[in-house]
């Protein structure tokens, strides 16, 4: 079952088991976490130094975005777990880690686009929107599409603009008719 070399490095075989244990939890959270997700960003953070890899972390959290660096095979498995076929982590270049976003489709996309104008070590990788897989390229115009918050505040904006223009017209009605009748008050006296 063990081979000696585990037993003797180890001292027992359950320091295997734990590990595998430890593995199987991580993969059955990814799985969750993605399924759950609205959308899940891969980057390439290669050369990133921990300072920055620490302040994207912050900033992600912030936003609801989950962030984390794991292991092309696991994250594979979590994938397919999560029934998001066609793309394999695997064969993508470089150090893989994934950004899921639970609150907002295109916050994971825009935040890591954001940062990466500053910071050239990390590289989007591809993603996926609701099962959809997207390419890189997918992924940055992601970014471009204002936020959830953003389109309601343009919405808003756009149902108040008629309103605001009829209350104006009514009030400079009512400011002509107050013109006109001061105007008639002035011929009396």
Do not use: H
Not at 22 to 44: A, H, R, W, Y
Not at 45 to 54: A, Q, R
Not at 163 to 178: E, T, W
Request: proline content about 1%; overall charge positive; glycine content about 8%.
């Amino acid at each position: 079952m063990f081979s000696w070399f585990q037993r003797s490095i180890c001292g027992n075989a359950d320091f295997f088991n734990s590990y595998e244990i430890t593995k199987i939890e991580l993969v059955k959270e990814l799985t969750e976490k993605i399924k759950n997700g609205k959308s899940s960003v891969f980057v390439d953070y290669k050369g990133l130094k921990v300072k920055d890899s620490t302040e994207l972390k912050k900033t992600l959290r912030a936003e609801g975005v989950y962030y984390v660096v794991v292991r092309k095979t696991l994250l594979d498995i979590a994938l397919k777990n999560a029934g998001i076929e066609g793309i394999s982590v695997k064969s993508m270049e470089g150090q893989v880690a994934i950004a899921i976003s639970n609150n907002d489709e295109v916050a994971g996309a825009k935040i890591i686009d954001i940062f990466a104008k500053t910071n050239e070590n990390i590289k989007f990788l591809g993603g996926a929107l609701e099962n959809q897989i997207l390419s890189a390229a997918e992924v940055k115009a992601l970014a471009k599409i204002p936020s959830k918050e953003q389109l309601l505040g343009q919405l808003v904006g756009t149902l108040n603009a008629p309103v605001s223009g009829f209350v104006n017209v009514l009030a400079g009605n009512l400011r002509g008719l107050v013109q006109v009748l001061n105007a008639v008050k002035e011929q009396k006296i």
